[in-house]
């Protein structure tokens, strides 16, 4: 019955005009304690893979490996834990500012490459270039969530390059 009212209504309607990630960021109503909740729990998660990662370096024929996946792991979790504070649609559209652009996008590149290298091409220094890059590209990424201080940066390295 309740179909049949919103078939009859137009809700139905509006309903399929809504793409992906609006569906996506209406689903997401989770109080302001989950949120917290799982923001502390996915960053943990994202700390604890990237500690364990370091570890693994030390573990003779696979450390690298077990490394780079760690690594990664734990850079997509601390990424995906900012989610839960602002919300998916959010989050996205923020990524995606003129301003976060570039450093998304070499984040992004980044975290896949750094796969690919470990176990696409089996070039373990390509590997673990890219994870140096990933480094500096989250890092470059989540300082444009501070107002002036990568301008302030890039005014310093002008500084001590002249």
């Known amino acids: 019955m309740d179909k049949l009212k919103s078939v009859l209504s137009g809700e139905e309607a509006r309903r399929d005009d809504r793409n992906v990630l609006q569906t996506m960021n209406e689903a997401s109503t989770l109080g302001w304690g989950t949120r917290l909740k799982g923001f502390v729990?996915?960053?943990?998660?994202?700390a604890a893979c990237t500690v364990l990662g370091v570890c693994a370096l030390f573990i003779p024929k696979i450390g690298l490996t077990l490394f780079i996946v760690f690594?990664?792991?734990g850079n997509i979790c601390a990424?995906?834990?900012t989610m839960f504070l602002m919300g998916p649609?959010?989050?996205l559209k923020r990524m995606c500012d003129k301003t976060r652009a570039l450093a998304t996008t070499i984040m992004l590149t980044c975290l896949v490459l750094t796969l690919c290298a470990a176990?696409?091409?089996k070039n373990f220094g390509?590997?673990?270039l890219f994870?140096?890059?990933q480094v500096l590209s989250f890092?470059?990424?989540s300082l444009s969530y501070i107002p002036c201080v990568r301008e302030a940066i890039m005014k310093m390295v002008a500084v001590c390059i002249k």
Do not use: D, E, P, R
């Open 41 to 46: 729990a996915c960053f943990v998660v994202g």
């Open 71 to 73: 690594y990664t792991f």
């Open 79 to 81: 990424l995906c834990s």
């Open 89 to 91: 649609l959010k989050q």
């Open 119 to 121: 176990f696409w091409w």
């Open 126 to 128: 390509l590997a673990l």
């Open 131 to 133: 994870c140096i890059l």
């Open 139 to 141: 890092s470059w990424y």
